[in-house]
């Protein structure tokens, strides 16, 4: 399934809750939706894309991010002030990350990542300023 532009803009939704059989998550779906502050994904999520602009402009406070996910499009969370943590779950697939994925997110301060992530994905999340946390499972909280 296609999660598409439903909440683009929204105002007044906090909290969404992504089922496990949604696969990919639409460009700018949830673009400008400033009151967004939390995004769960079900257990056994199946998600595996997240299009360029997703969040962009999102009130994000944090987020983790499915094993299962291979791609992070341009701008992912561009522009998302609240954010100030990013977890890479373990069983880590990530091949592809678009240019300026944490642009403008001036509060991201931890990003972590759990055993299985090629060493490729680790330097793409590199930025100025942002601690890269390279964790095993046994160390997981």
Do not use: W
């Not at 296609?2 to 683009?8: E, F, G, P, R």
């Not at 992504?18 to 009151?35: A, K, L, Q």
């Amino acid at each position: 399934f296609l999660v598409t532009v439903i909440a683009n803009g929204s105002r007044g939704v906090s909290r969404v809750v992504i089922p496990n059989s949604v696969e990919i998550i639409g460009e700018r779906c949830f673009d400008g939706c400033r009151s967004l502050n939390e995004v769960v994904f079900e257990e056994g999520s199946n998600l595996t894309r997240i299009d360029g602009r997703a969040f962009s402009f999102s009130g994000l406070e944090s987020i983790r991010i499915p094993s299962k996910v291979e791609i992070i499009g341009e701008s992912c969370f561009y522009g998302c002030e609240d954010l100030h943590e990013v977890i890479f779950e373990g069983g880590f697939n990530l091949r592809e990350i678009g240019p300026a994925i944490f642009e403008g997110c001036s509060n991201l301060k931890r990003i972590t990542v759990y055993s299985g992530m090629n060493e490729l994905g680790f330097e793409a999340l590199r930025n100025r300023g942002v601690r890269v946390i390279a964790e095993t499972t046994e160390n997981r909280q």
